[in-house]
């Protein structure tokens, strides 16, 4: 039988919520039991916010779907073959899953049998602090001592590291992502030992796991002390296939109190790999990241690039028109990025203030469309465009300033 802790959720608001509590009720007869686990547990002691829940239970996948459908609620077999299933409850979905144990193992393809005993289901697990396990009731089930790692913010895997890492070897990003997330004081030596040993793993993964890991560890709050670790042990060059600016990334993230894109993968990985604009081309391929993500990262580059070539910063508005908010904003932090990071002078504090210079001002737009020249007479062809182009530079050097009816009397007068 699990260890019992002392601490209790009880308190947690989503354990509260009548539409949890009805799955708990549904899948809890003929003797079966069910209890939330891993990340809700973990983030619930942690003071972290919980996007989402998963529960475990001794009930078989089939008996879950039948039980949830006679309590009203709707369940669906997004895994069932694995055991897994899916149960919405007012509007909510909760992940159920049958409690498992590894027959045999072959990386990902480990051969499951269903079973009843918690601590082995525990066992299967990647890190200590997310096999910990809690009732309806809030009382917490801790088979492994994860409770304490837990509340330290160690980062432990469960076993034999090298063990856990072969049966999947996306762990060795877990495990730096997690300790992004959660960790505190130093990485465990074990665990940062076995993911050395094991980083030629990472060459088997899918270019999607990785990206979509690696794009979770940039928002967490340790993201740049994991990074620089993933460096220097050669992780991130296995990952990315490129080399890493840790020192600008790090000078980044020393700006999060200033503007929350500091944490966005884009404006991260621009930082990180950005040393020519074909390399945005090799992480956006490497990662798999979508076509917005890609723009994003080229406009970030663009508007750094531009600032380089600038003895100050240019006006907000001329900066706004030529990137737009997102671009101009993410190529300030870039270009920051690497100015703090290489200690060119530039001062966080001049940072913040263009930051707020650019987040205060109106992205100007041209007052002026081909048809406004039509209407007064200009003729139709190459020459519209040519005087519409001389216009919008006059519209420019005048600071945005010359209003629609300023240049269509320049319009008339230029006939």
Same mark, same amino acid.
């Given at each position: 039988?699990?260890?019992?802790?002392?601490?209790?959720?009880?308190?947690?608001?989503?354990?509260?919520?009548?539409g949890i509590q009805a799955v708990?009720?549904?899948?809890?007869?003929?003797?079966?039991?069910? #209890?939330?686990?891993?990340?809700?547990?973990?983030?619930?002691?942690?003071?972290?916010?919980?996007?989402?829940?998963?529960?475990?239970?001794?009930?078989?996948?089939?008996?879950?779907?039948?039980?949830?459908? #006679?309590?009203?609620?709707?369940?669906?077999?997004?895994?069932?073959?694995?055991?897994?299933?899916?149960?919405?409850?007012?509007?909510?979905?909760?992940?159920?899953?049958?409690?498992?144990?590894?027959?045999?193992?072959?990386?990902?393809?480990?051969?499951?049998?269903?079973?009843?005993?918690?601590?082995?289901?525990?066992?299967?697990?990647?890190?200590?602090?997310?096999?910990?396990?809690?009732? %309806?009731?809030?009382?917490?089930?801790?088979?492994?001592?994860?409770?304490?790692?837990?509340?330290?913010?160690?980062?432990?895997?469960?076993?034999?590291?090298?063990?856990?890492?072969?049966?999947?070897?996306?762990?060795?990003?877990?495990?730096?992502?997690?300790?992004?997330?959660?960790?505190?004081?130093?990485?465990?030596?074990?665990?940062?030992g076995a993911c050395l040993r094991?980083?030629?793993?990472?060459?088997?993964?899918?270019?999607?796991?990785?990206?979509?890991?690696?794009?979770?560890?940039?928002?967490?709050?340790?993201?740049?002390?994991?990074?620089?670790?993933?460096?220097?042990?050669?992780?991130?060059?296995?990952?990315?296939?490129?080399?890493?600016?840790?020192?600008?990334?790090?000078?980044?993230?020393?700006?999060?109190?200033?503007?929350?894109?500091?944490?966005?993968?884009?404006?991260?990985?621009?930082?990180?790999?950005?040393?020519? #604009?074909?390399?945005?081309? %090799?992480?956006?391929?490497?990662?798999?990241?979508?076509?917005?993500?890609?723009?994003?990262?080229?406009?970030?580059?663009?508007?750094?690039?531009?600032?380089?070539?600038?003895?100050?910063?240019?006006?907000?508005?001329?900066?706004?028109?030529?990137?737009?908010?997102?671009?101009?904003?993410?190529?300030?932090?870039?270009?920051?990025?690497?100015?703090?990071?290489?200690?060119?002078?530039?001062?966080?504090?001049?940072?913040?203030?263009?930051?707020?210079?650019?987040?205060?001002?109106?992205?100007?737009?041209?007052?002026?469309?081909?048809?406004?020249?039509?209407?007064?007479?200009?003729?139709p062809g190459p020459e519209l465009?040519?005087?519409?182009?001389?216009?919008?530079?006059?519209?420019?050097?005048?600071?945005?300033?010359?209003?629609?009816?300023?240049?269509?009397?320049?319009?008339?007068?230029?006939?």
């Open positions: 039988m699990p260890a019992q802790a002392e601490r209790s959720l009880a308190h947690a608001y989503w354990l509260q919520n009548p708990f009720s549904a899948i809890e007869t003929g003797g079966d039991e069910a #209890r939330v686990v891993g990340g809700a547990v973990r983030n619930t002691l942690l003071s972290h916010d919980v996007p989402d829940i998963d529960i475990a239970t001794t009930a078989s996948p089939q008996d879950v779907m039948d039980r949830a459908a #006679r309590a009203g609620l709707k369940p669906v077999g997004t895994g069932i073959d694995h055991g897994t299933v899916t149960i919405v409850s007012s509007g909510f979905a909760y992940e159920v899953t049958t409690l498992r144990e590894d027959v045999e193992t072959f990386g990902r393809q480990a051969r499951v049998v269903f079973g009843r005993n918690w601590e082995n289901d525990a066992k299967r697990r990647d890190f200590t602090m997310n096999a910990l396990y809690a009732d %309806r009731d809030g009382q917490l089930f801790d088979p492994l001592g994860g409770l304490d790692d837990c509340l330290a913010g160690r980062v432990r895997f469960i076993g034999d590291p090298d063990t856990r890492i072969r049966e999947d070897y996306l762990r060795i990003l877990r495990f730096f992502r997690i300790y992004a997330a959660y960790g505190s004081g130093d990485m465990d030596q074990d665990g940062l094991q980083r030629d793993g990472l060459r088997h993964l899918s270019p999607e796991r990785i990206g979509h890991e690696m794009r979770r560890l940039m928002k967490a709050k340790l993201a740049a002390t994991a990074l620089r670790m993933m460096s220097e042990c050669g992780l991130w060059e296995i990952a990315t296939g490129g080399l890493a600016r840790t020192s600008d990334y790090e000078a980044l993230r020393s700006l999060d109190d200033l503007a929350p894109e500091t944490r966005d993968p884009e404006v991260g990985l621009t930082v990180l790999a950005g040393f020519v #604009r074909e390399d945005l081309e %090799r992480i956006a391929d490497r990662f798999r990241l979508s076509n917005a993500e890609r723009k994003r990262m080229q406009a970030a580059w663009a508007a750094a690039k531009s600032l380089r070539t600038e003895e100050t910063f240019p006006s907000a508005t001329r900066f706004l028109y030529e990137f737009g908010r997102q671009g101009a904003t993410d190529g300030l932090l870039a270009f920051a990025a690497t100015a703090l990071g290489q200690k060119t002078g530039l001062s966080a504090d001049a940072v913040g203030d263009y930051l707020m210079d650019l987040r205060s001002s109106s992205v100007p737009e041209f007052p002026l469309k081909g048809a406004d020249l039509l209407a007064i007479g200009c003729a465009g040519r005087v519409l182009a001389a216009l919008r530079q006059r519209w420019i050097d005048s600071g945005f300033d010359a209003d629609r009816g300023q240049l269509l009397d320049q319009a008339r007068s230029g006939r």
